[in-house]
């Protein structure tokens, strides 16, 4: 790897890195926080994939992280009670089990299957077009894990899925997905895809296939969302298919644009920064000892504010906090420059 | 299949078409001059509801509670196009599309910090509700809401229909849709044209607040979520570029849910949602500019 890319990657690693040590000197009532703190990175990037680097707006990511959950929690039930909490299920799902670091993985393959095959056709549309259709594999992932009580738990909750995912492994299962979506970004296939992006004719007119380089983008997306709804799953224990539906998709789309949609770091920041800021305040609602003062909010009131931090942010800095950009090398430099 | 589908069913899918329509005017009347998808239209119909229940549960007068919804609506709607549409205007769609994600979740965290703090999950209009009661004619029963949903709504878009077609300011309205650069430069105000955009599209979800509280007398964060989910898709599938197939769209896709859930049994529409959106799927790869727009008048392409 380059010094460049190893600067552009020090930023988002650092945030990470951090996010885990400071959740390890944490009491266990806290540290949950910590924990959803990284997993929405890992859901936020595996958007930014695709989102940012093809700047097609897609409502369809959730899917990947629903399949990747809901696979990676059915294959990791223990035999013994699967049988009796999910009598329907097919009988190569019932009757097998396996590890958790293999339902991670699974899940990923899961995921980019899924993306590649829905991929196929829908890559070819653009704008709102793409938008609407992607939303619509999100209705139909999410209305099949509802009710097809074959593949999954039905309307119930999916539950007794072996709670393994703890800090060290937030950590290093999100750091996974921040260096594989860089070493997208800075590959031929990246550069070629934000190409596309700042101007799909000219592209086209040197020869880059639009649609197959959208396909490589949203498989691989797949495949890290399908790794970050494994990890979420064994950070709950227990899911339901409401729990990974629009909320989480509108949620995670906010929290990008709030980065900055065109950078790595923006989507690591933006996932922090929203998911930072929902912690604290729901601390605050039990009232939390702030500057000598303590700090009361009324039931309900932090949604409100997340709420308004981010239509403020939105309408206030539209290009998000980092403004769309990577801090590496060339960006120190710059700066030491101008001071 | 056509033998199994009974007047009745026949009837309110007309209605939940007409409301449907309505909706997807207001959309398509914003998106034509902004070129934004307001999201948060659902969410100016759940104030409107939370008005009307307001005023019921304070014992006003039916006509009281309506001018009330009717405020509520339009000087949220005037807020929302100050506060948020005017900064935002020279933004990118995805950006303008999220921000109104982010308008409609505060919007309806609001909502759910009031349920939280009166202590009741959800309020209830009944003093409207009384038009939800059944007239029998030719042996259909008609709930009164719905004549008054299909009337309102042929009514409200003749008048919108002549005031696009035959006063000045429909002109404008127009032109703007169509190119909005292009009509400032020949003097076209943009704020006088946004504005009235925004105030139409409120008007019609104050409208669609009032017939849809009535059918749904109880009133939650989530009010008119669902259905402005489905309208959008509706508006899109249409055709969004122009206000008729949008429409049309809207209408089309009130009409199949409301003739589908009417037909079949309740244990047999559990993966109908999927059957519609991969229909929607197929037509979106099939027209990506809409189905009813003509081919080659669109810059909507595939690649």
Redesign the interface.
Known sequence: MSRAALTQLAGPVALVVATGVVGSFTSRATEIYFLSALISVAIVVSVYVFVGNSGVLSFGQISFVALGAFFAGVMTIPLESKQGVLPDLYPVLRDHTVGDLASLVGAAIVGAVFALAVGLPLMRLSGLAAGIATFAVLEITHNLLREWTKIGPGATTLSLVPETTGLLRATLGTLVVVAVALAYQRSRFGRTLRATREDPLAAQAVGINVHRQRLWAFALSGALGGLAGALYVHMLGSITADQVYLELTFLSLAMLVVGGTTSLLGAVVGALAISGLDSFLSEAEQGVTLAGGTLDLPQGARLVIVGVVMAAMLILRPSGLTGGREVGLGWLRRQGRNA | MIGAISAQTLVDAVGQGAIYALMAVGIGLVFGVLRL?NFAYGQLIMAGAYALAFASQHDWPVWAGIVLCFAVVLALSALMEL??FR??RT?S???M???T??????????A??I???DGTLGETATSIASLNQAITIWGVDVRKITLVAIVVAAITLALLALLLGRTSLGLQLRAASSDFHTARLLGVRAGLVIGAAVLLAGLLAATVAVMLTVQNPFVQYDFALKETIVV??GV??GG?DRLWTATLGGFLIGFASGVINGALPTDKT??L??VL??L??VV??AR??GLFTRSGTSL????
């Open positions: 998808v506060a948020v900064p935002l933004q769609p995805a950006v599309l999220v921000t994600f982010a308008v409609a979740f505060l919007l309806q965290a609001a759910l910090l349920d939280v703090n959008l898709v899109v599938v969004i559990v993966f949602p999927s959106f991969a929607v799927i979106l790869l990506p500019a909507v392409e595939r690649v």
